[in-house]
């Protein structure tokens, strides 16, 4: 999803920033500054540890947390601050002849929000759990693939993506891999494992039809 389908390759962190800040404020929580700065990253034992000391539920913490991030997510898409890429429109024309799935690292209430604002016919949409075994399972894990590829009964097919990682998680799922070139990754040299590497996702009907 992050910088395939949404413009960039990930989350501003000054999302993370906002959302902490609200969870701690929904918490009555009062920490030090550098608590706080570190409560912002995402540091699972760090954040463990710190909300311990503050006398704060880590779990409740992170789920709070998952939360204000999407919704700010969500505010920066309806505002046109993060935008999604000329080429989306491509994944609804495939939707319209094939199984698609949407599979991301990011939060399940963003893909589900962001599914919906493409209107492409997505047959599966998987995002990580508001958890912090939801976020240790992220790509290069195959767990959300492979979860979603057992949610529509299939063991094979083609993830697209724009990192590494997306290509080992890829292929750990046992799926072909297609890297799709953005600005954010002109530098990389194509991954060894890329089963494909393409320019747009306009290349993708035909390069389903040709696989059929």
């Given at each position: 999803?992050?910088?395939?389908?949404?413009?960039?390759?990930?989350?501003?962190?000054?999302?993370?920033?906002?959302?902490?800040?609200?969870?701690?404020?929904?918490?009555?929580?009062?920490?030090?500054?550098?608590?706080?700065?570190?409560?912002?990253?995402?540091?699972?034992?760090?954040?463990?540890?710190?909300?311990?000391?503050?006398?704060?539920?880590?779990?409740?913490?992170?789920?709070?947390?998952?939360?204000?991030?999407?919704?700010?997510?969500?505010?920066?898409?309806?505002?046109?601050?993060?935008?999604?890429?000329?080429?989306?429109?491509?994944?609804?024309?495939?939707?319209?002849?094939?199984?698609?799935?949407?599979?991301?690292?990011?939060?399940?209430?963003?893909?589900?929000?962001?599914?919906?604002?493409?209107?492409?016919?997505?047959?599966?949409?998987?995002?990580?759990?508001?958890?912090?075994?939801?976020?240790?399972?992220?790509?290069?894990?195959?767990?959300?693939?492979?979860?979603?590829?057992?949610?529509?009964?299939?063991?094979?097919?083609?993830?697209?993506?724009?990192s590494i990682k997306d290509v080992t998680a890829g292929r750990?799922?046992?799926?072909?891999?297609?890297?799709?070139?953005?600005?954010?990754?002109?530098?990389?040299?194509?991954?060894?494992?890329?089963?494909?590497?393409?320019?747009?996702?306009?290349?993708?009907?035909?390069?389903?039809?040709?696989?059929?």
């Amino acid at each position: 999803m992050d910088g395939v389908v949404l413009e960039g390759p990930r989350t501003d962190p000054a999302v993370y920033a906002d959302a902490a800040d609200a969870a701690l404020e929904t918490l009555d929580a009062d920490p030090t500054p550098d608590q706080r700065s570190d409560l912002r990253r995402n540091d699972l034992e760090g954040v463990r540890e710190h909300c311990e000391r503050l006398g704060i539920d880590p779990t409740r913490f992170w789920e709070l947390r998952e939360r204000y991030a999407s919704e700010r997510t969500h505010d920066r898409i309806r505002s046109d601050e993060r935008g999604f890429y000329d080429d989306v429109d491509a994944i609804a024309a495939l939707a319209d002849r094939t199984t698609v799935g949407l599979v991301t690292n990011n939060r399940q209430a963003t893909a589900e929000f962001v599914a919906e604002t493409v209107a492409a016919d997505f047959d599966v949409v998987r995002g990580r759990d508001p958890t912090f075994e939801g976020f240790e399972r992220r790509k290069p894990d195959p767990y959300y693939l492979e979860d979603a590829l057992d949610d529509l009964g299939v063991t094979n097919g083609l993830y697209v993506g724009d990192s590494i990682k997306d290509v080992t998680a890829g292929r750990a799922a046992g799926l072909e891999t297609a890297f799709l070139r953005r600005p954010h990754n002109d530098h990389l040299e194509r991954p060894a494992d890329a089963t494909y590497e393409l320019e747009s996702l306009a290349a993708l009907p035909s390069l389903v039809e040709a696989s059929e």
